[in-house]
């Protein structure tokens, strides 16, 4: 059997036994006039008035979107945003790049992102959660902080929100108010939303929305400096717009992530001994720290003591910024990691994401396949793996002729489950 595995911007094919079960949601064809459709959501919105009618034509506007490990088409939302708002002069508008705790990006990028004309002439500023000169205290969390969000955007006169609904792994969903918390926050308040009890807490899982403690906080922070309108997305395997939500936060979001929990979940009849997982592609698997989400998602269905076989290209390292790497050199084993940063004086950025693998170490073998170097994987306390087939081949010494095999091609994009 072949089948192509998301991996990179040019895919991946893999040749498996026929009894490999393939795994995806429902593959939605993209909306014919994207635009158009665009366009109609912000004359349309729900449970808001139109956007143009909402914002004065004096108003600062501040526009968040999510950042390049994102696939977000802001290429085609912004630029239709900024036309929809035409009464309102350029130099209103701002536009913050959501980084939470990831790196800044460059004008290179940004035209990637956005395209020539937003870059060049609409400002644009990466939020720093490490510089409190740009940020402000708007509150204090429930959840135990002082919460900081970017200063411009509390400032603005009208805010705006965009981003991609997808399913996430601790928070449920991404999209609507995630893009605000930890999107735009400072860093004390991004530590304590990835605390090790938050991650840690069954309930911070897949698809769920109804009593995760992580969309809990993230809605209340948003309710302290709420976005005035939101405009997400959902996108198919070809990064193509297969819906729109648009308007008020909680009741646009609640619409988008109950349409993406329609089409992405998978019941299985029972675990697997291996499963073979992308990480959905480029942007989302340019990086090992990103890839988790991927063996996490593979993690719902392998059996333990199973194997994740992950592909993900990581063509930005494993980062080399950030924390991520540095905290696998602070113990030995992924048991030990998990002794370490749930030591409550244990406070790192980044630790969130080694938890959420080593809780998957715990529970699967991981084998990567990707641009690393083995040194590099095996920093990260992962097996390298340099042919999918022959490491099928070789598991098949371990687990027999009846070895079974899942095959996630959209990785994340999926939410494969088994009712135990």
Not at 96 to 104: A, L, S, V
Not at 320 to 343: H, Q
Request: charged share 20%; aromatic share 8%; net charge negative.
């Amino acid at each position: 059997m072949k089948t192509t595995l998301l991996y990179g911007t040019e895919n991946l094919t893999v040749h498996l036994p026929d009894s490999a079960k393939v795994i995806e949601p429902e593959d939605l064809p993209g909306i014919d006039n994207d635009i158009g459709a665009i366009k109609e959501a912000l004359v349309n919105p729900i449970g808001s008035p139109p956007l143009k009618e909402m914002v004065q034509a004096s108003d600062t506007v501040a526009i968040v979107i999510s950042d390049i490990t994102r696939p977000t088409p802001n290429h085609k939302l912004v630029p239709e945003l900024i036309k929809e708002l035409h009464h309102v002069p350029l130099d209103n508008f701002v536009i913050i790049n959501g980084t939470g705790t990831h790196r800044e990006q460059t004008k290179e990028e940004f035209i990637e992102m956005l395209g020539e004309w937003v870059v060049n002439n609409i400002r644009i500023v990466n939020n720093n959660c490490h510089d409190k000169n740009t940020l402000v205290m708007v509150g204090k969390s429930k959840f135990g902080c002082d919460v900081y969000l970017n200063k411009e955007y509390v400032e603005a006169d009208f805010r705006i929100v965009t981003g991609f609904i997808e399913p996430h792994f601790f928070a449920g969903f991404s999209g609507g108010p995630k893009g605000i918390m930890p999107g735009i926050a400072g860093i004390e308040t991004i530590t304590t939303f990835h605390s090790s009890a938050m991650i840690g807490d069954p309930r911070s899982t897949w698809g769920n929305m109804d009593d995760n403690p992580l969309q809990q906080m993230t809605r209340e922070i948003n309710q302290m400096c709420k976005p005035n309108f939101m405009l997400n997305v959902t996108l198919n395997r070809d990064k193509e717009i297969t819906a729109i939500f648009s308007g008020e936060l909680y009741e646009a979001h609640d619409k988008g992530c109950a349409f993406v929990k329609e089409h992405a979940m998978v019941r299985c009849k029972e675990r697997f001994d291996v499963v073979i997982a992308s990480n959905a592609g480029y942007p989302l698997d340019q990086n090992l720290y990103q890839t988790v989400k991927g063996m996490s998602a593979a993690q719902k269905i392998v059996k333990k003591g199973g194997t994740i076989i992950i592909a993900a290209e990581c063509s930005d390292g494993l980062p080399d910024y950030g924390n991520y790497a540095r905290i696998f050199t602070l113990a030995d084993s992924p048991e030990e990691l998990l002794t370490l940063i749930n030591d409550p004086h244990f406070k790192m950025a980044d630790q969130w994401q080694v938890q959420k693998q080593a809780l998957i170490q715990m529970w699967a073998t991981v084998h990567v396949y990707s641009q690393l170097s083995n040194e590099e994987v095996t920093e990260a306390m992962l097996k390298p793996c340099h042919h999918i087939e022959q490491t099928i081949e070789e598991l098949n010494t371990i687990y027999g002729k009846e070895m079974t095999i899942a095959v996630l091609p959209l990785g994340p994009l999926s939410i494969p489950f088994v009712e135990e």
